[in-house]
Nanobody, 118 residues
Framework: QVQLVESGGGAAQAGGSLRLSCAASGSLFRINTMAWYRQGPGKQRELVASISGGGGSTNYADSVKGRFTISRDNAKNTVYLQMNSLKPEDTAVYYC???????????WGKGALVTVSS
């Protein structure tokens, strides 16, 4: 079992910044890639960014490239999402997600609400 807990959500104005954190605990040897997803009002959940186990490989949705940065500190078992130049369309619940490399079972956090006002 793996537990994921997000923190750092909140309100920001357009053009502002926020940083999300995702702390992982449990059977950490079973996980590798970590990712951030989001679900905006009336929208489907979408992948925002992902990062490999060692942190050397990252991927981003086109909508956030150049504005968001995903990183991880394996010593702290924590993944971060630095969000800059925020836009109202970034308003969403942001979820941390990983997968058990043995069973392919997905683990999700409970989500962190980010609200961006214009």
């Amino acid at each position: 079992q793996v537990q994921l807990v997000e923190s750092g959500g909140g309100a920001a104005q357009a053009g502002g910044s926020l940083r999300l954190s995702c702390a992982a605990s449990g059977s950490l040897f079973r996980i590798n890639t970590m990712a951030w997803y989001r679900q905006g009002p009336g929208k489907q959940r979408e992948l925002v960014a992902s990062i490999s186990g060692g942190g050397g490989s990252t991927n981003y949705a086109d909508s956030v490239k150049g504005r968001f940065t995903i990183s991880r500190d394996n010593a702290k078992n924590t993944v971060y999402l630095q969000m800059n130049s925020l836009k109202p369309e970034d308003t969403a619940v942001y979820y941390c997600k990983t997968q058990d490399t043995f069973t392919r079972l997905d683990y999700w956090g409970k989500g962190a609400l980010v609200t961006v006002s214009s």
